[in-house]
């Protein structure tokens, strides 16, 4: 996932959280200044066949409320 700090200020992405053991991420660990991009990415370890669903909650230092993304497949 790629962000955009939309903001006059840099950010700082402080932590990312995932909802069990077999998803893992890494983010942009250095402020991102005004109108600069960063990313966090999320690597998921399959240990069965079927659909998934897995949400990632991302704060930052600027806001009060975290995001939530979500990723999805099918593992065949």
Do not use: H, M
Not at 24 to 52: C, H, K, L, M, N
């Amino acid at each position: 996932f790629t962000f955009q700090n939309a903001l006059e200020e840099p950010i700082v992405l402080e932590t990312v959280r995932t909802t069990c053991g077999c998803t893992a991420a890494e983010w942009t660990e250095a402020p991102v200044e005004a109108g600069q991009s960063g990313e966090v990415v999320i690597e998921y370890s399959a240990d069965r066949r079927g659909d998934f669903k897995k949400k990632i909650t991302v704060f930052f230092d600027k806001q009060r409320k975290a995001e939530t993304l979500w990723i999805r497949g099918t593992v065949e």
